[in-house]
């Protein structure tokens, strides 16, 4: 039985390297115009399908991208900028029941996610390779973790959060 929390597994713990993160970083440029794709023409209903049996619907999913890579963008920018910054955890879960990703229009975070995706590619693509060394202490997990560390993490993350959506949708045979 597939394990609908990750349709496509849990994340590889693939070396950084040039090669993986170049993969990583069109993983990353390509989330806006994927997750757009993937929600195309779902019905407030559809929105509202949880994607497993208690978890986040479909709406909620795209607010937690928006929320989440807005967090690791500045995470980014801290990790550029100081040394080895300890960065300000969120809690995801609670953030997701919040009216406004609970239960508001995906719109506003598609046209975040489109938005800041473009910075943070033009950000990542202007990195040298050893600024993928530099580091950021994450006080939830008690790591510390490179900043190509984190591209491998939200290369998954966008490529997870999409799976939700488009497994669920062909679970359901939702027209894509």
Known sequence: ????RYPIGQEKLDPVNDANLKEWIQNINLLPQKLKEAVNNLSEEQ???????????????????????????????LALTEN???IRPYEETLWAELPDA?????????NIIEGLHT?????????MPEDF??????PGSQKTLTLGECVRLYSWHSLHHTSHITS?????????
Request: with cysteine.
């Open 1 to 4: 039985m597939e394990d609908l």
């Open 47 to 77: 929105l509202n399908t949880p994607y497993r049996p208690d978890g986040w619907n479909v709406r909620q999913v795209v607010h937690h991208v928006a929320d989440s890579h807005m967090n690791c963008f500045i995470r980014f920018k």
């Open 84 to 86: 080895n910054p300890t």
């Open 102 to 110: 609970k239960s508001e229009p995906i719109d506003s975070s598609l």
């Open 119 to 127: 910075r943070w590619i033009i950000l990542l693509n202007s990195l």
């Open 133 to 138: 060394n530099r580091t950021f202490y994450h």
């Open 168 to 176: 669920l949708r062909e679970r359901m045979n939702w027209q894509m």
